[in-house]
């Protein structure tokens, strides 16, 4: 297997041998308040679970189902709230951008540029983002093939950026569902960078809701468990402390007192598979 180049992200490293890291938080800032109580309970329960947690959320959801659907805050609204998690919490932060000239302002206040499934292929997009110099984290589309990232990542590095995490969320299967493979996640390290599994997003119901995506959040711990076996290098999870009023993806979250033992569980495996792995070689 093709080693993989680790990325930096803040005090710790994802890939390359490092401890499972975690992407966490909720789906989309719904206010500053909630941002910020979500942001310092994930981070008390991560420093208890002893591992290492970006905080994630979206300023703006602009790919939602409904146009009725709420979509966030906004640019300069978000990343202020963003801004104010990252300083009164310490940790590291990710959001999406979905527009080219949104990538210099995230990047001015975020650790880790995401990119949607559904805009890997933007070349623009691709290219305003690694112009940044920060991590670009990049959600495979539903619609490709692990071999296919290796064109969305030349056209990040192609930019002299080399700090690329690759992100598994399922892929299309018929209508209003998704499947994981488990060898997509060899596959894509075989790319040579740090490979995150999307949990939440794989367990989505695409549309399946009458203008919402609905979802199968009880087998978030299983699915979870099985991509970390396969070898993953982090695991992104949106949680809520109460799921069913979630303003985004409300069908998919964890409930934010199931995440401790979750990510210990998680980890356990982790090192499992990794004491497996060193055995055979």
Do not use: W
């Not at 080693?3 to 992407?23: D, E, K, N, Q, R």
């Not at 998704?178 to 060898?183: E, G, W, Y």
């Not at 009880?218 to 099985?226: K, T, V």
């Amino acid at each position: 297997m093709s080693p993989v180049t680790p990325v930096s992200i803040g005090s710790f490293s994802i890939g390359g041998g490092h401890p499972l890291a975690f992407i966490v938080g909720p789906c989309v800032i719904e206010s500053p308040a909630h941002a910020l109580d979500m942001a310092l309970a994930i981070r008390d329960i991560a420093a208890r679970a002893a591992v290492s947690v970006i905080f994630k959320a979206s300023y703006d959801k602009a790919n939602r189902t409904s146009r009725a659907s709420f979509r966030g805050p906004g640019l300069d609204s978000g990343l202020k709230t963003l801004a104010d998690v990252r300083a009164r919490t310490g940790l590291p932060v990710l959001t999406d951008v979905h527009e080219p000239s949104h990538a210099a302002p995230a990047a001015a206040v975020v650790d880790v540029l995401q990119i949607p499934a559904f805009l890997s292929r933007q070349t623009d997009l691709l290219v305003a983002a690694a112009r940044t110099g920060k991590p670009v984290n990049v959600k495979k589309g539903q619609f490709l093939a692990p071999k296919d990232m290796r064109h969305v990542i030349e056209k990040i590095t192609g930019e002299g950026n080399q700090s690329v995490i690759v992100t598994e969320r399922g892929v299309s299967f018929g209508y209003n569902n998704l499947v994981v493979d488990m060898r997509a996640f060899p596959m894509l390290r075989e790319l040579g960078y740090p490979v995150v599994f999307d949990v939440t997003h794989s367990l989505q119901l695409p549309g399946a809701g009458d203008g919402v995506t609905a979802g199968l959040p009880e087998y978030i711990e299983p699915l979870a468990c099985a991509g970390v076996a396969a070898g993953v290098d982090a695991v992104f999870m949106e949680v809520h402390e109460n799921p069913s009023t979630a303003k985004s993806d409300a069908a998919n979250a964890l409930r934010l007192d199931a995440l401790e033992g979750l990510m210990r569980k998680l980890t356990r495996i982790h090192l499992a598979a990794r004491d497996v792995a060193g055995a055979g070689t």
